[in-house]
Structures are given as structure tokens and as C-alpha cells.
């Protein structure tokens, strides 16, 4: 069996460390054996850029139009050319094609949960275990933060349906997701609540008590009493997120000239967007975007506008109409600005701008949902949870554009070619990112915990 000198080295310092001969202290040996994971292999990608478009977006009404499908259960939105030749989506997605060639668009997903809330920890873990951390906080944790100001993992709003389950596990809490928050984030008062200083406590106050505080360690002996199991460290990174006009500029995307915000569009989702790209330019490790559009006076009814259209997908407003069944309600029809005009324009801009930034070509960018829907229309006139098949697109960090990987069949409800998973998918993310699947977490108990989940990174998107 060929052993690499990296494994070697890794069990040496193993052997070494366990038996006292250097000295290290458990979590310095992780960090180690950490770093020599990492540095297995080449990174294609500094930060990651997760847009969880989260509830079940209809994959056959998007990215994998289905023109030959019977009367009764086809999308009425039909197929067009993109930028790419022979490379189709449907005309809701028309922005977006135009930047097709940047864009791989993996048709041939399957499995996972059925529900929402699985579902959404599904995506955010890439594991069926109940204890896996997501994959923002593997990251956080093994990378650490390109921006000292700011947290190495967050998530923008973070306050969807599922937003309870998010989580860092067995993990330290400083890989804890950080979420902004905002109801509606294009609303003129928005600001990220956690890191705007009290009345009580002017940033004049906060930073004499972090004077205070350093003084208080000087007296004893330079011991970093505050340091105590890492505490200082969460001290610090408070101070810096209070104190840091950086941290102030990186969610402020209203100081954004009109022609962004424009680009974007106007209204939550379009600010969604606008903010993670921002946080991705200041340096933040991994960011996630899960947009559900908020109740506003313009869109009586949404009460609930994420991508669950179990009643009236194709109507062309609300979907609460006489006869709906009531799982679906709350939504607006899948053509509806508030819906895919929204996520079109959006996403499109956000591909665009991050190309003409420079940001592509080290942050991979992953479009993804819980699941699709039903190849058949329900008897409400809408589409269920559908795991048999569905699509997540993919850009930057060495992503090969222009291509779409998989198949799925005539009616789009089965893969036929090439199948790929959300094991797969969290595979491709720490692929990207250069950290080595083959060394396992530690866990305070000492119990190592593998987070490859027996999954190779989809080959198609290298």
C-alpha cells in the first residue's frame, strides 16, 4: 500500500503527541493534523458563496425544462437558448442564461430528506447524521477567518422557517454561524443588530472597557486570564465587529451606487444577494444566502413566500385561491416578481458583478435548494417535495462553465446519468477549499468524527 509523506507525517505527529515526547497540547496536535490535511491538496477557492434558495424550487420549471412532458402535467414556461449553445433553461431563468457560460448546472441530484426541516439540514450538513455540524462551521473551523473583523461563517438573513436548524455540533462555539437578521433587508433601517453598539454603550464605552480588560490581564502576570478555554478570543473578535468601521462597510450595501442596487433588484431578495457578495469581498471564509421573501403590502397573502408550491404553482399571483389545499399557501406563483423574476435578476447580477470583481475566480458559488418537485401536478394544480431528482448549479473557484452535468428522464423525475448527492456536494466544497476528507474531526471526548461521509467531490466541476 503507497503511503503519502503527508500521512506519514500526520502519523507521526499522531504517535509523537499521544505519547507526551513534544509537549503538545491536544488542540494544538488537531491544529496540526489540521494543517497537514489541508495541505494535501491544491485550493481552488478561498471563500464560499451558498445561495440556499430554501423550501423546494421546481427544477423542471428552472433548469431542466421539460418540453415533451404531457399537456396536463408541463411547465408552461418554455425552454430557451442561453449564451451556451445546446445549454437550455426555461424563460424564467432569461437573465441568467446570459451568463450560462460561467455556470455548471448539476441536473442530476438526488436523494436526501424529504422535509423541510431535514431537508434544510440536509443541504447545510451535506450528512444524515443528526450530530455533523454544517458545513460553514467544518469550514470555519479548520480555515479560521480571512477577516479578523468579522466571523468566518455567516448566513444572510438567517431567520427562515428552518433557521432553528442551523448548528456547529460537537464543534467549538467560534464556528458557530453568525446571522445577520432583518425581516426585510431592503427596508431603509436595516442594520445587522448584534454588531451595532447599545445606547447604553457608545463605542468610546466599549473600547475603554477593552483597555480595561487588557489591564486587568497585564496585572495578571500577562497570563491572558481572559484567554481562559479561548474566551479571549471571542472577546476580541466582539470588540473588533463593535469597534471596526470594516465591519460597518461590509453590511452596509445601501452605500452601494444605484446602478448595483439596481442591477440587483430592489426589494429583500436583491439586497440578500447584494450583502453576501459584499461579505465575500471583505473577506469572510463562507457565507449563505437563504432568501424568503418577507409579507409587504405590495404582496397581500405571501405570508410564507419560500419555494413550497403545493397549490397553483403557475398562477400569476397568490397561490391562495379558492380550492388550494393549504400546504402551499403563503406563496405567489413561481413567475411572480416576489419568486423567480426576483431570483433571475438576482442571481444573475450577483454571477456578472463577482466576474467583473475578480471574486470568481477564488470563490466557488453554489445555487442550491432542498429538494425539487413532483414531475406531476397535484390535484391542487401544484407540485410536491420531489427527491428523486433535482438540480444545483454551480460557478468560480475553477468551476468549468458552460456545461451541464447529468441527466434526468423524460419527465425529469428520475437521474439517468451520472447521479450525484449532498454528500457529494459538501465533498466538492472542502475539495475546492483544499481540506484533506481523509483526517477526521475531534470531538472534546476525544472521538474523531469523519466528515467526508464516504463521497467523492462531483469530478465533473474540476
Not at 432583518?182 to 457608545?202: E, F, I, M, T
Not at 403563503?330 to 435578476?345: E, L, N, T
Request: hydrophobic residues 35%; glycine residues 12%; aromatic residues 8%.
Amino acid at each position: 500500500m503507497h503511503v503519502s509523506a503527508a500521512d506519514m507525517t500526520r502519523r507521526h505527529c499522531l504517535r509523537l503527541g499521544a505519547t507526551g515526547v513534544l509537549g503538545w497540547s491536544l488542540p494544538q496536535l488537531l491544529a496540526l493534523q489540521a494543517n497537514a490535511a489541508t495541505g494535501q491538496l491544491a485550493a481552488r477557492a478561498k471563500n464560499v458563496l451558498v445561495v440556499l434558495e430554501q423550501g423546494g424550487l421546481s427544477h423542471i420549471d428552472t433548469w431542466d425544462p421539460k418540453p415533451d412532458v404531457v399537456v396536463e402535467h408541463r411547465s408552461p414556461y418554455k425552454p430557451i437558448a442561453t449564451r451556451v449553445p445546446g445549454m437550455r433553461f426555461t424563460e424564467l431563468l432569461a437573465k441568467t442564461g446570459r451568463h450560462a457560460d460561467k455556470l455548471a448546472v448539476v441536473r442530476s441530484m438526488h436523494g436526501g430528506a424529504n422535509d423541510h426541516p431535514g431537508g434544510t439540514r440536509y443541504v447545510l450538513s451535506g450528512s444524515r447524521s443528526p450530530e455533523m455540524p454544517d458545513i460553514g462551521s467544518v469550514v470555519s473551523h479548520l480555515l479560521g477567518t480571512r477577516c479578523k473583523d468579522l466571523p468566518p461563517y455567516i448566513m444572510v438573513p438567517g431567520n427562515n422557517e428552518q433557521a432553528a436548524v442551523t448548528r456547529n455540533g460537537f464543534l467549538p462555539g467560534s464556528s458557530r454561524v453568525f446571522k445577520t437578521g432583518g425581516v426585510d433587508l431592503s427596508a431603509k433601517d436595516w442594520k445587522v443588530g448584534p454588531v451595532q453598539p447599545r445606547p447604553d454603550a457608545p463605542v468610546s464605552r466599549v473600547t475603554a472597557r477593552q483597555q480595561l480588560l487588557a489591564s486587568l490581564d497585564e496585572r495578571n502576570n500577562g497570563s491572558k486570564a481572559t484567554n481562559f478555554g479561548g474566551i479571549g478570543r471571542f472577546y476580541e473578535q466582539a470588540f473588533d465587529m463593535l469597534t471596526s468601521p470594516r465591519v460597518a462597510s461590509a453590511f452596509n450595501y445601501q452605500a452601494e451606487p444605484d446602478a448595483v442596487r439596481e442591477r440587483y433588484g430592489t426589494g429583500h431578495r436583491g439586497a440578500c444577494y447584494l450583502v453576501g457578495r459584499k461579505l465575500i469581498e471583505a473577506g469572510v471564509r463562507f457565507v449563505t444566502v437563504d432568501v424568503r421573501w418577507p409579507l409587504t403590502k405590495e404582496t397581500p397573502g405571501g405570508s410564507n413566500l419560500n419555494w413550497d408550491h403545493h397549490d397553483f404553482i403557475y398562477t400569476k399571483g397568490t397561490c391562495n385561491l379558492p380550492g388550494a389545499g393549504g400546504g402551499g399557501a403563503g406563496r405567489y406563483g413561481i413567475g411572480h416578481w416576489v419568486m423567480m423574476g426576483s431570483v433571475d435578476q438576482a442571481f444573475s447580477a450577483l454571477i456578472e458583478d463577482m466576474h467583473e470583481r475578480g471574486l470568481l475566480a477564488d470563490t466557488l458559488v453554489c445555487f442550491v435548494s432542498e429538494f425539487g418537485r413532483t414531475p406531476k401536478l397535484n390535484k391542487f394544480q401544484g407540485r410536491d417535495h420531489w427527491n428523486g431528482a433535482y438540480s444545483f448549479v454551480f460557478a468560480g473557484a475553477g468551476v468549468p462553465g458552460g456545461r451541464v452535468i447529468g441527466r434526468t428522464d423524460r419527465e425529469g423525475g428520475q437521474v439517468t446519468d451520472e447521479p450525484h448527492t449532498q454528500e457529494e456536494f459538501a465533498a466538492t466544497i472542502y475539495e475546492k477549499l483544499g481540506i484533506g476528507r481523509d483526517t477526521p474531526i475531534y470531538r472534546a471526548d476525544n472521538r474523531p468524527v469523519f466528515f467526508r461521509h464516504d463521497a467523492e467531490p462531483i469530478s465533473s466541476l474540476f
